[in-house]
């Protein structure tokens, strides 16, 4: 399990927590998104499933140059090959960011539309106790 999934699963496993916490959740009009409850502060690999823009742009950078340097090189030469090989594990890491980004961006959805069936369920919990008083 890489780190990245570690903190993908912590993520969702604080959320799960959080919900069936005893604690009575104050209901905001416009409830904020979790990524902005829940500050990465200084830890970039937090954004976007630990695939930030920058990671994503340096190996797309990288795989670029790599991609220039091959006109360097003869296509039977064993450097074009070593050269071909890293790019496509260089292309494979890029692939792997970006599912793991995508795949954050659809827990986050998912995590949204539990809380707000949640919020609606307290809201109407609430209207209930409130219709005990009279």
Same mark, same amino acid.
């Given at each position: 399990?890489?780190?990245?999934?570690?903190?993908?699963?912590?993520?969702?496993?604080?959320?799960?927590?959080?919900?069936?916490?005893?604690?009575?959740?104050?209901?905001?009009?416009?409830?904020?998104?979790?990524?902005?409850?829940?500050?990465?502060?200084?830890?970039?690999?937090?954004?976007?499933?630990?695939?930030?823009?920058t990671d994503i742009d340096d190996l797309q950078g990288r795989i670029d140059e790599l991609e220039d340097r091959l006109a360097?090189?003869?296509?039977?030469?064993?450097? /074009?090959?070593?050269? #071909? +090989?890293? @790019?496509? *594990? =260089?292309? $494979?890491?890029?692939? &792997? %960011? !970006?599912?793991?980004?995508?795949? /954050?961006?659809?827990? #986050? +959805?998912? @995590?949204? *539309? =539990?809380? $707000?069936?949640?919020? &609606? %369920? !307290?809201f109407e919990r609430d209207l209930c106790d409130d219709s005990d008083d009279w």
């Open positions: 399990m890489s780190f990245l999934n570690f903190l993908g699963g912590f993520a969702v496993f604080n959320v799960v927590c959080d919900m069936f916490s005893g604690k009575r959740k104050q209901v905001s009009p416009e409830p904020e998104p979790y990524y902005r409850r829940h500050d990465c502060g200084d830890y970039p690999e937090c954004e976007f499933g630990g695939a930030s823009d360097d090189f003869d296509r039977m030469s064993d450097r /074009y090959d070593e050269i #071909q +090989d890293r @790019i496509d *594990e =260089l292309q $494979d890491q890029l692939d &792997d %960011l !970006e599912d793991q980004r995508s795949l /954050y961006e659809d827990y #986050q +959805d998912e @995590i949204e *539309e =539990l809380r $707000d069936e949640l919020d &609606d %369920l !307290e």
